[in-house]
């Protein structure tokens, strides 16, 4: 059987590694227009401050690797078109045009950067990060620079001004409401930003109006203030990249992705789809849902690989949200549900919140009206994955949380210990 997989992000490596494993016949090809070996994205931003590091490159996934296991990777290879029912693709590479054959195909195309349309936005100097490629470039032209505006407060934005930062510019943000709006609470956002440098100027309640400049950016206008800017980088978010799908005849969501079921499969019988390109059912709501992030990718895109070889397993829930990055020294830990994403599918939620102020940490638990926990944050000076995996296991086995409590104030868990060594303390 032919697989053919475009992209070579982690939803389309996991699906080809995941293929190889239920299927040790098939011949697998995955196929990308960037010609870099697969490397994290979660982390790009350190090319920013270090363009060369090769320290983004996923070892497991290199071509060398993937080669090994029988999984060709053809580099430089754009698929312009596709037909569903000849089973073809046309692509372009550096030998030409040509058309190449699948039995199955999974669709792995990524997301496009979501930029606004205010004046001024194709000044030179304003950029988006979406490849390795983007990133080492701009930071090859950072060196010139000394005032960067940063749009956008989510993971990779904050991610990007503390590179920013430890390159010694002066470094803004313009954030439209609160930091990590839909992944935090406000008061873990209030939390977060009471921990950043004093020196990082934030523009909380703002939004770019206009990128001022004649051929270069001079600025960014925010309603009637200007901020000087020599570099503006949008980190906005990305929208799913369904070019290719729309060839293909596929159906396309409301929300723009395209839609799969819980195998990954599109619309077409022998086409499935994965990553940052699909919408697909949150498992809590059964409504449709965007979850563009690396994770999500990498667990649909095991799904999609074993279905796509006739397999019948089922992964665990692929609609979660599991994000954790180490910003400004301290961790941060997303799961699951916020109070935002869950009160926008009209789920009512309580919010708990515990605090360690010894080992500094503040942990949020979102709560169904029931009192199941559908998701929780962590904001922490060290071990946030600890107690982020202690949440993801409840959200995972929908426990009512006072049937499972967790992270118990310290006074009692030190009770308990020493009750637990020398028997009851009056
Ligand atoms: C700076 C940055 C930081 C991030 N940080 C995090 C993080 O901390 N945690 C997290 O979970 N996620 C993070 N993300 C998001 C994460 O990187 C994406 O969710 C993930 O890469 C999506 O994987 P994917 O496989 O769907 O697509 P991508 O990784 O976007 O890959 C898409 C692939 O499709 C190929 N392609 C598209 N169209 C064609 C075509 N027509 N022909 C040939 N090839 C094509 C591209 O070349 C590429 O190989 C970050 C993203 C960025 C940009």
Not at 278 to 305: F, V, W
Not at 347 to 359: C, M, N, S
Not at 402 to 413: N, S
Request: hydrophobic share 40%.
């Amino acid at each position: 059987m032919k697989i053919v997989i475009v992209g070579y992000g982690p939803g389309g490596a996991a699906a080809a590694v995941a293929a190889r494993m239920f299927s040790s016949e098939s011949d697998i090809k995955i196929l990308t227009d960037e010609t870099l070996e697969a490397h994290k994205k979660p982390g790009a931003s350190l090319a920013l401050e270090f363009p060369d590091t090769e320290k983004l490159s996923i070892n497991d996934w290199s071509v060398a690797a993937l080669a090994e296991k029988r999984i060709e990777v053809l580099s430089g290879t754009r698929v312009e078109a596709g037909d569903p029912v000849t089973k073809t693709l046309q692509i372009v590479n550096g030998n030409g045009a040509s058309v190449l054959k699948f039995d199955r195909l999974i669709l792995a195309t990524g997301g496009i950067p979501n930029v606004p349309n205010i004046p001024g936005i194709a000044l030179q100097g304003v950029f988006t990060i979406q490849t390795l490629a983007d990133t080492r470039a701009i930071g090859k032209q950072l060196s010139g620079m000394s005032t960067i505006v940063i749009i956008g407060a989510g993971f990779s934005g904050l991610e990007t001004a503390e590179r920013m930062i430890n390159l010694g510019k002066e470094t803004h943000m313009v954030v439209r409401s609160r930091l990590m709006r839909r992944q935090l609470e406000p008061p873990m956002s209030a939390e977060l930003r009471s921990r950043l440098p004093r020196s990082f100027k934030l523009h909380l309640g703002s939004s770019p109006t206009e990128i001022v400049g004649d051929q270069h950016v001079v600025g960014v206008s925010i309603g009637d203030e200007i901020i000087d800017a020599d570099a503006v980088l949008f980190m906005t978010g990305v929208k799913p990249n369904t070019t290719l799908a729309q060839s293909l005849g596929v159906r396309i969501g409301d929300l723009g992705g395209i839609i799969v079921n819980e195998q990954m499969q599109t619309s077409e019988h022998d086409i499935f789809a994965v990553g940052d390109c699909i919408e697909m059912k949150d498992t809590y709501t059964g409504k449709n849902i965007l979850l563009p992030i690396g994770s999500m990718a990498a667990r649909c895109g095991r799904q999609a690989g074993v279905a796509a070889v006739g397999g019948k397993k089922i992964y665990a829930d692929t609609s979660k949200r599991l994000q954790y990055d180490r910003l400004f020294g301290i961790d941060v830990v997303c799961i699951g549900h916020s109070s935002t994403t869950a009160n926008d599918l009209g789920v009512k939620t309580v919010v708990q919140y515990v605090e360690d102020p010894i080992e500094f940490s503040k942990t949020a638990l979102v709560l169904d009206s029931n009192g199941r926990l559908i998701g929780g944050q962590v904001i922490a000076s060290r071990q946030g994955a600890r107690l982020g995996y202690e949440i993801l296991e409840r959200v995972e086995s929908g426990v009512i949380l006072k049937d499972q409590p967790l992270l118990k104030p310290r006074h009692e868990r030190l009770l308990e210990y020493l009750e637990n060594s020398f028997g009851p303390i009056q």
